[in-house]
């Protein structure tokens, strides 16, 4: 070893976990001082190192680290396939614990990234851009808490006056990571979902506005709203709007898509 220059390995800074951080960092030896007496040249030295490093840092050992000094991994995805960055980068997320961070360096402004976090994770992530040069962007992504963050997704009420897509479907979970799905469905006057057999998972459904009816295989049961539906898995059913048309909003287990056979849903304008 140099005499002008300290070199720590991992052992030397037991459980602090920063001897890669401090090669280079601990330049000089005055940066440490001179060995106490009685103690040899590498125990003097690890043990300065180690008060070096509670100072700088922050930590001692079985105690924890405040959240700004906290080691920045790098996760470089500039040569990474496109599609698998945004993966790539959640994984990593996972693997933090609460006030930990990650630098995420890319070849542009991970926009569409951040839109994720917030769709996924809103309140539960810090985003600090650290650099933002043309194929060096630097960004900090942290995590705050230990799980997602409760929250509300939409008000039923502000659905009223919104149009169905050409599958009836007016909103749906947006939630990547879910064990659920979830959608709220539209029916206008007249409109009808014909008979089917359900999926194989149990639907609960909640009547949200208008009225119509249900079919099932023994009768007919009039739908009002407020009305709460429990829909078997495999029973057959079929929808009907009324006059004043059918929302309902749908809730059951995830599957890769809903089974109810909505390529089948017909609307009529004319009653």
Same mark, same amino acid.
Not at 41 to 60: A, D, N, W, Y
Not at 78 to 107: Q, T
Not at 170 to 187: A, Q, T
């Given at each position: 070893?140099?005499?002008?220059?300290?070199?720590?390995?991992?052992?030397?800074?037991?459980?602090?976990?920063?001897?890669?951080?401090? !090669? $280079? %960092?601990?330049? *000089?030896?005055?940066?440490?001082?001179?060995?106490?007496? /009685?103690?040899? @040249?590498? !125990? $003097? %030295?690890?043990? *300065?190192?180690?008060?070096?490093?509670?100072?700088?840092? /922050?930590?001692? @050992?079985?105690?924890?680290?405040?959240?700004?000094?906290?080691?920045?991994?790098?996760?470089?995805?500039?040569?990474?396939?496109?599609?698998?960055?945004?993966?790539?980068?959640?994984?990593?997320?996972?693997?933090?614990?609460?006030?930990?961070?990650?630098?995420?360096?890319?070849?542009?402004?991970?926009?569409?990234?951040?839109?994720?976090?917030?769709?996924?994770?809103?309140?539960?992530?810090?985003?600090?851009?650290?650099?933002?040069?043309?194929?060096?962007?630097?960004?900090?992504?942290?995590?705050?808490?230990?799980?997602?963050?409760?929250?509300?997704?939409?008000?039923?009420?502000?659905?009223?006056?919104?149009?169905?897509?050409?599958?009836?479907?007016?909103?749906?979970?947006?939630?990547?990571?879910?064990?659920?799905?979830?959608?709220?469905?539209?029916?206008?006057?007249?409109?009808?979902?014909?008979?089917?057999?359900?999926?194989?998972?149990?639907?609960?459904?909640?009547?949200?506005?208008?009225?119509?009816?249900?079919?099932?295989?023994?009768?007919?049961?009039?739908?009002?709203?407020?009305?709460?539906?429990?829909?078997?898995?495999?029973?057959?059913?079929?929808?009907?709007?009324?006059?004043?048309?059918?929302?309902?909003?749908?809730?059951?287990?995830?599957?890769?898509?809903?089974?109810?056979?909505?390529?089948?849903?017909?609307?009529?304008?004319?009653?």
């Amino acid at each position: 070893m140099e005499a002008n220059r300290v070199v720590v390995d991992a052992q030397s800074v037991g459980d602090l976990g920063h001897a890669d951080r401090l !090669v $280079g %960092l601990v330049e *000089h030896r005055e940066h440490v001082g001179p060995p106490a007496a /009685g103690d040899g @040249p590498t !125990v $003097g %030295l690890r043990k *300065h190192v180690l008060e070096f490093t509670q100072s700088h840092i /922050g930590k001692t @050992p079985g105690g924890s680290v405040p959240e700004a000094a906290q080691t920045d991994r790098e996760l470089d995805v500039r040569k990474v396939r496109k599609p698998d960055r945004h993966p790539m980068i959640f994984a990593r997320f996972r693997e933090l614990a609460v006030g930990e961070g990650f630098v995420l360096i890319n070849d542009h402004d991970p926009r569409h990234l951040r839109d994720e976090f917030e769709n996924e994770l809103p309140g539960s992530y810090g985003w600090e851009y650290l650099n933002q040069v043309n194929g060096d962007w630097q960004i900090k992504i942290s995590r705050l808490t230990e799980t997602p963050l409760p929250r509300v997704l939409a008000n039923t009420a502000s659905l009223a006056d919104a149009q169905p897509d050409a599958a009836g479907v007016i909103w749906k979970l947006p939630i990547n990571e879910r064990d659920l799905d979830s959608n709220v469905i539209g029916l206008a006057p007249g409109g009808r979902i014909d008979p089917h057999a359900g999926p194989e998972l149990d639907v609960l459904i909640h009547v949200l506005a208008g009225s119509g009816t249900l079919t099932t295989e023994s009768g007919t049961l009039d739908l009002t709203a407020g009305d709460l539906l429990w829909l078997p898995r495999r029973s057959r059913r079929s929808f009907a709007a009324g006059d004043d048309g059918l929302r309902y909003l749908t809730v059951h287990q995830r599957r890769a898509s809903l089974q109810l056979d909505l390529t089948a849903l017909q609307r009529t304008t004319n009653g």
